[in-house]
């Protein structure tokens, strides 16, 4: 098989200003004859808009849409693209509670997702592509010449994108989807504790699966969210989860448990990073505690109380970049700034906001101090 890659960078702006880039890469030869172009072209028109995708029958109980956008729904169609959103993943509190003989740690935590996020949109074409374009689209492609990574990631860049890898498992799980022209809108930092990855992993399973000719079941759909990482799962529900395990088993969080300041109102919070990556599988090959085991019980617990019981991969986070510190002492600095602490393995923090206005106060006054942050709130 050829590979046939195309790059197109626009001057990168420099300082404050994140580059804005975009970058295609196309696969070449069509791998998957049976769903060229023409068979695409000619399935039933989707009902709704006269998209040009495949209209399939779907006898499982899918996992709906989860990301509300006006029509309620995750999934957009514009036109002849489908559309659907890759919520950020915030850990509220985040700990070990072992290691497993493979290596990979067991986990108790609790994770929100937010209205920011990336997006991902779907449109018929030839043959597979995949187009990244937003402020992180370079942080993807080219990390050694990109202004705004000084530490080398260890994953290297040349494994495929997450969002070609969910496809080629979708596909060889079963899933029937003709060749497609994926756009990435990277907004979220990449290697940021942020779930950025997975929520585009999660985001394609997401799509595929609801508008494949033929879809997988929800519990193929889980296995092949796990097989991709441990956040996938998460991120394909795309809701406040409590995860255990290495991340794969979840549960919703409690109806009890007040995660919002009213009801159907947002907890308003500030995403920030210092644009320093941070690998996941640094982190826990530098872990230098054994963790505080699982929470227990936590349905008495709001928000800010979940956020309290801590994140046992923040110490030693701070210890591979010390600008972790800095970032969550700035951030308990804003007005309104009710609790902060860091997300995932970092280097992300996050702090949560009295107001939506304070959030977004605080979020230009650290975009001033040259800090990535985003003003936001829980989905
Ligand atoms: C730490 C979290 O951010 C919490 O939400 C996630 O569990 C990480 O999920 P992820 O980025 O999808 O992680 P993966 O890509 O599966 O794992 C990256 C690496 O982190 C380590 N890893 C990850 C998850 C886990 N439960 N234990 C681990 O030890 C492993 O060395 C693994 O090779
Ligand atoms: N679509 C994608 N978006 C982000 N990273 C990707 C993507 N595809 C592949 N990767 C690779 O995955 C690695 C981790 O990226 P990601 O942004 O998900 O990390 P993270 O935010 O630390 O994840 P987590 O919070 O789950 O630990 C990077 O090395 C990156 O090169």
Redesign the pocket.
């Known amino acids: 098989m050829s590979i046939g890659v195309s790059i197109a960078m626009p001057k990168r702006a420099i300082c404050g200003t994140l580059p804005s880039n975009k970058v295609t890469i196309r696969f070449y030869p069509i791998l998957f004859a049976q769903n060229c172009l023409t068979g695409w072209i000619h399935k039933p028109a989707y009902a709704h808009n006269g998209l040009s995708f495949p209209s399939s029958i779907k006898s499982d109980p899918l996992p709906k849409p989860m990301i509300p956008q006006a029509n309620n729904q995750s999934t957009t169609m514009t036109g002849t693209s489908i559309t659907e959103m890759a919520p950020a ?1 915030v850990n509220l509190y985040l700990r070990i509670c072992g290691r497993r003989d493979d290596g990979y740690h067991l986990l108790d935590s609790a994770v929100i997702f937010t209205a920011f996020g ?1 997006q991902i949109s779907l449109t018929p074409a030839a043959t597979d592509s995949l187009t990244i374009t937003g402020s992180f689209a370079t942080a ?1 492609t080219n990390i050694a010449d990109n202004p705004i990574v000084t530490r080398p ?5 040349a ?5 070609m ?1 969910a496809l080629t498992a979708f596909r060889d799980a079963g899933g029937v989807m003709p060749p497609v022209a994926i756009t ?1 809108d ?1 907004r ?14 999660a985001a394609m399973l997401r799509a595929l699966n609801a508008h494949a000719d033929k879809s997988v079941t929800p519990e193929t759909l889980h296995a092949l969210a796990t097989r991709l ?3 996938v799962p998460a991120c394909l529900r795309a809701h406040a989860l409590r995860m255990t395990g290495i991340g794969d088993q979840i549960s919703s969080l409690s109806a009890s448990m007040s995660l919002s300041p009213a009801p159907d109102a947002h907890a308003f919070m500030v995403l920030a990073n210092p644009l320093i ?4 599988k640094d982190v826990f090959a530098h872990l230098h505690s054994d963790g505080q085991g699982s929470a227990g019980d936590i349905d008495t617990l709001d928000i800010s109380g979940l956020v309290g019981l801590g994140n046992d991969l923040e110490a030693t986070a701070c210890t591979l970049v010390p600008e972790i510190a800095s970032l969550l002492s700035l951030l308990r600095q804003q007005h309104g700034c009710q609790i902060a602490a860091m ?3 970092g280097a ?1 923090c996050f702090a949560l906001f009295d107001s939506q206005p304070a959030s977004q106060q605080a979020c230009v006054a650290l975009r001033k101090s040259g800090i990535w942050a985003e003003a936001t709130h829980s989905l």
């Open positions: 993943k990336d993807l990631m260890a994953n290297s860049p494994a495929p994108n997450l969002c890898q990435l990277k979220i930092p990449v290697g940021a504790g942020l779930g950025g990855g997975s929520a585009d992993a990482g441990a956040d990556p941070l690998a996941t997300s995932g393995s992300s």
